[in-house]
């Protein structure tokens, strides 16, 4: 407050004027959150990514099943058959895991591409094509 207010006028312009204060002053503050949630984004990448790593997505179970397998027969067996037992323990689960949230998020377009593998074919090797007219 700069002055003392006496009329009903000083009032109306004091309230103006920190009503103009209280809208500068609110566009600071968010300015300010938003500057620190930039500055936290990495911090919050490597949290999710690290969140990954330790929990299982539970959906979509034949994808995970088939995943888990071939872990299970590449990481395990093969890169890891001269490792420790907490390696061999470890790195799977960790692997099942991520692996797990990365079929989850691209569902459709494995399911898509396992689906065009199996589809049917002509002899020459292409999908046959499926006639829906009703001749």
Same mark, same amino acid.
Do not use: Y
């Given at each position: 407050m700069t002055k003392t207010i006496r009329t009903y006028k000083d009032m109306l312009d004091e309230k103006k004027r920190l009503e103009e204060l209280l809208v500068v002053q609110k566009q600071l503050v968010r300015n300010?959150?938003?500057?620190?949630?930039?500055?936290?984004?990495?911090?919050?990448?490597?949290?999710? /990514?690290a969140g990954?790593?330790?929990t299982r997505e539970? %959906?979509?179970?034949?994808?995970?099943?088939?995943?888990?397998?071939?872990i299970d027969l590449v990481i395990k067996k093969m890169v890891?058959?001269?490792?420790?037992?907490?390696?061999k323990l470890v790195v799977p689960?960790?692997?099942k895991n991520y692996s797990s949230h990365i079929i989850s998020e691209k569902k459709d377009a494995l399911l898509k591409k396992l /689906?065009?593998?199996?589809?049917?074919r002509?002899?020459? %090797?292409?999908?046959?094509e499926v006639d829906t007219s009703d001749n």
């Open positions: 300010d959150i938003m500057e620190i949630k930039e500055s936290l984004r990495p911090v919050h990448s490597a949290l999710s /990514f990954k790593l330790v539970k %959906g979509n179970f034949f994808l995970n099943a088939g995943a888990n397998t071939l890891l058959s001269r490792a420790g037992w907490f390696t689960f960790l692997a /689906f065009s593998w199996i589809g049917k002509n002899a020459n %090797g292409k999908e046959e």
